[in-house]
């Protein structure tokens, strides 16, 4: 019966992607081809990687809004550090995991240990991280980086025009797929959203596994950067500007409940790219970007609105 | 068909809440000028009728007579305006705002601008104050009161309607005995304004003292009502008690084994003052008290769900710390809570998911958690307990409160445990559940486990325990041993519970 009803939950987002994909060929025949499917996975990496472990934060009824200024920080760190210092590419992108996940740690304690809001706690991480990354860079774009690391955003699996960046985007959340459905730590992070109290009454670790959800969304923010910046070829302390946003809405579209405990991977998934996809149709259409945003918002409001109305009826 | 001489009369009221009837077609009346108490155990609705007079409950059925004339009680406002007011058990004080801003919260004295008249609302707080002789500064923020003086708050606001009938749920539970006193001078005051009282109380001295007329609940149902003078103790008990209950206790001989869960000097805060048990395997041990006596604060400390100041716990004769509930499950131990809606179940689960997060090992299978593994586990486990449900998909929030509280059990026997504490286990369950449970538990300890049961029934803890500790305010005040249990009558088991006689012995 559960399982029914997460794939219902899952299907009405795929639903929605395929009639919208439908009504964009008809008002674009451009829409429909291979060149911009594959340009539509292109886009929708960096957000879908954010979105998957904000996802996982989301799952246990909190929220992480310092991805985006996470995905700045540690990419300047990466940056001054391969850039500048001469170091080797994969010190540079160890480093990015490691201050992404170390941010995403210290979020975690101060929810879990010191009781803060989620909201707040992430919020003064959004501004730390962002002032960091413009203290470090001093206002310049970092650019200037090695062949071999500017592949993991532009090169494409040999004999095929397929990104190598989408092949990255889609393993990991294979690896989160199975991490959240057939792990202790996944159905962990479930139950503390569904009853934080029971489950800690349970004899589960809560303050662990909350932290430890906070050091994934750290984490996949800064394997986002390393993403971005090597598409771009250049580490920018501006980056990532409003990239929580996108990842939060790419959760809630997908079907994640932001009180907790409901929500799936691939419904994420789903989620992220419909925004691309409305995104890339309104770009085609010929749509200016300020009239953009305001179409994404109602997305959005429409999505949230399912939601609840989805919860009222759980609840009856 | 109303009698004038009623004030109000309540005909055939029932309640019913998902999956347990809180009230079966009980009766009540009040006459003006009267004390009327409402005796019966936890759970036996007195809290539930009142609501319904209140118009808190709105869902019930039956018929009420106000002052002859049939109404229905729809709503807390119309009924605090046809004159009953109530002063709830819960504290309903914000504690954040001062005395005088709780008194006249949402009907605020005004200015001539619209402003709230702060004079005014502190005046008019503070002669409210003097006429129960409390010296309860207004001005002060309520977080800063005692909770006796929390409830003389409640007292002075609950008065500061005009009332035919005010309804007091358990007023002197944390109220000093000078307090106490002052409340009963008002009590008198406002009887002979013609003011009607409702006394919900356990403490049967008290009744004694200021009851007139006295109506019994068992189980949602009404027993009886009869003069106050003419009933002593030992009858109130018997009929509060039941004495048909006596025979659904089925009581197994098992030899207690070694001490399996030793606690020595526990305290925390106010609430826990100096606390040392026992608990052996193969022995089901009670703590019985009234509410508010800390016996589930003491499981919660022990469990690590709460710190605790100081104290040691021993596990099979070895010293261990307990810092947290993780802990505490290692070591062997299990708590089934008292609030299973809130914190022993994730009501919008299956139970699947339910029943197996304490030991998640039990579903691992070599890739991963195994879905047909931990069904199956489940399954056995469900079986064993009768838990009624069509599958183990069914969410826990659609299940009766007796098949909830087997999910709980089951959630830990999936654990196996040595030492499971029961929590209030029956509380809000039905009879024939009731009866399962406590066969889950004879089982339990033939199995050689260390039982732990708090009740606030004294027939069910009488029943269903080989040794008791009574507890009253945060303190052992009894220990019964198993040979005492037989022989003492409930009257002096509740004597303990209400701090009135001190007994020790070592059972």
């Known amino acids: ?316 | 068909m109303g009698n004038s001489r009623y004030l109000v009369e309540m005909n055939d009221i029932s309640v019913e809440f998902p999956g347990v009837k809180a009230l079966d077609r009980v009766h009540f009346n009040a006459v003006p000028g009267e004390v009327h108490v409402l005796l019966g155990e936890n759970g036996a609705g007195k809290s539930t009728i009142m609501k319904v007079l209140a118009g808190v409950n709105t869902n019930y059925t039956g018929t009420i007579i106000w002052k002859g004339q049939e109404i229905t009680a729809r709503s807390v406002d119309e009924q605090r305006q046809r004159g009953v007011s109530i002063i709830f058990q819960e504290m309903n004080l914000l504690k954040n705002l001062t005395v005088a801003e709780n008194m006249f919260l949402g009907r605020q004295p005004l200015t001539k601008t619209g402003n709230i008249d702060w004079k005014k609302m502190n005046q008019d707080a503070r002669a409210l104050l003097d006429s129960i002789n409390s010296d309860i500064p207004e001005t002060v923020q309520v977080s800063a009161l005692s909770v006796g003086q929390m409830q003389m708050v409640e007292i002075a606001k609950a008065l500061s309607f005009h009332c035919d009938i005010l309804i007091m749920d358990e007023p002197t539970s944390a109220l000093t005995e000078k307090e106490v006193e002052s409340l009963f001078s008002i009590i008198q005051k406002l009887k002979s304004e013609g003011v009607a009282i409702v006394y919900i109380s356990h403490r049967l001295q008290e009744i004694l003292k200021i009851g007139d007329r006295l109506t019994i609940f068992r189980d949602g149902q009404y027993i009886n009502t009869v003069n106050v003078k003419d009933i002593d103790i030992d009858q109130m008990v018997a009929m509060m008690v039941g004495r048909e209950m006596t025979d659904y206790y089925p009581k197994v001989d098992v030899a207690p084994g070694e001490k399996l869960l030793e606690v020595k000097n526990i305290r925390q805060g106010t609430v826990l003052k100096d606390v040392s048990f026992y608990a052996r395997a193969g022995e089901i041990t009670g703590f019985y008290g009234l509410m508010g006596a800390g016996r589930t604060e003491l499981v919660r400390a022990v469990f690590g769900a709460d710190p605790i100041d100081s104290g040691e716990i021993y596990i099979k004769g070895k010293q261990v710390a307990i810092k947290s509930c993780e802990q505490a499950k290692k070591l062997g131990m299990a708590l089934l809570t008292e609030d299973r809606k809130n914190q022993g179940l994730i009501l919008e689960f299956d139970l699947n998911q339910n029943i197996s997060l304490p030991n998640l090992d039990t579903a691992m299978g070599g890739l991963g958690l195994d879905k047909n593994k931990e069904t199956e586990n489940n399954q056995r486990l469900a079986d064993s307990v009768r838990v009624k449900t069509p599958s183990l998909m069914q969410k826990a929030k659609n299940l009766s409160g007796g098949n909830q509280q087997k999910v709980v059990i089951c959630k830990w026997l999936n654990t196996d445990s040595d030492i499971i504490i029961f929590d209030e286990p029956t509380r809000g369950i039905d009879v024939g559940a009731k009866a399962e449970i406590y066969g889950i538990m004879n089982d339990l300890k033939k199995a050689g486990k260390a039982v732990i049961m708090v009740s606030s029934e004294l027939a069910e803890c009488m029943g269903v325990s080989d040794r008791i500790y009574v507890m009253h305010e945060g303190e052992i005040t009894g220990v019964i041993g198993t040979e005492e249990i037989g022989n003492l009558t409930e009257e002096q088991v509740v004597g303990l519970a209400t701090g009135a006689n001190k007994k020790m012995s070592e059972g």
């Open chain 1, 1 to 316: 019966m559960k399982k029914k009803k997460i794939d219902l939950s899952n299907m009405s987002a795929l639903l929605v992607l395929i009639v919208l994909c439908i009504l964009l060929s008809i008002a674009e025949p451009a829409f429909h081809s291979f060149a911009n499917f594959i340009n539509i996975l292109q886009q929708v990496t960096v957000i879908a990687v954010l979105a998957l472990g904000v996802n996982i934060v989301i799952f246990t009824g909190g929220i992480d809004i310092s991805v985006g200024s996470v995905v700045a920080f540690s990419g300047i760190v990466m940056g001054k550090l391969v850039v500048e210092g001469g170091m080797p590419s994969i010190v540079g992108v160890a480093a990015a995991l490691v201050i992404g996940a170390a941010c995403g740690t210290f979020n975690g304690i101060m929810i879990a240990k010191f009781k803060l809001q989620p909201m707040i706690a992430t919020l003064a991480m959004m501004s730390m991280a962002r002032g960091a990354a413009l203290t470090l860079a001093g206002g310049e774009t970092i650019t200037g980086y090695s062949d071999g690391f500017r592949w993991i955003g532009i090169g494409t699996v040999p004999g095929t025009q397929i990104p190598v960046q989408i092949i990255f985007m889609i393993l990991l959340y294979l690896l989160f797929y199975y991490i959240m459905k057939y792990r202790k730590f996944g159905r962990y992070i479930y139950s503390i959203g569904g009853n934080e109290e029971a489950t800690r009454l349970s004899g589960i670790n809560v303050d662990k596994f909350k932290t430890l959800a906070y050091t994934l969304s750290g984490l996949c923010a800064a394997i986002a950067s390393v993403i971005l910046v090597a598409k771009l070829n250049s580490a920018q302390s501006t980056a990532g500007q409003d990239y929580e946003m996108d990842a939060i809405a790419s959760c809630v579209i997908g079907g994640t409940s932001l009180l907790g405990g409901f929500g799936s991977v691939w419904g994420t998934f789903v989620g992220a790219i419909i925004m691309i996809v409305i995104r890339n149709g309104l770009n085609l259409l010929n749509v200016s970007a300020n009239l953009q945003k305001l179409v994404i918002g109602v997305v959005i409001l429409l999505a949230v609105l399912a939601d609840s109305i989805r919860n009222k009826a759980a609840k009856k």
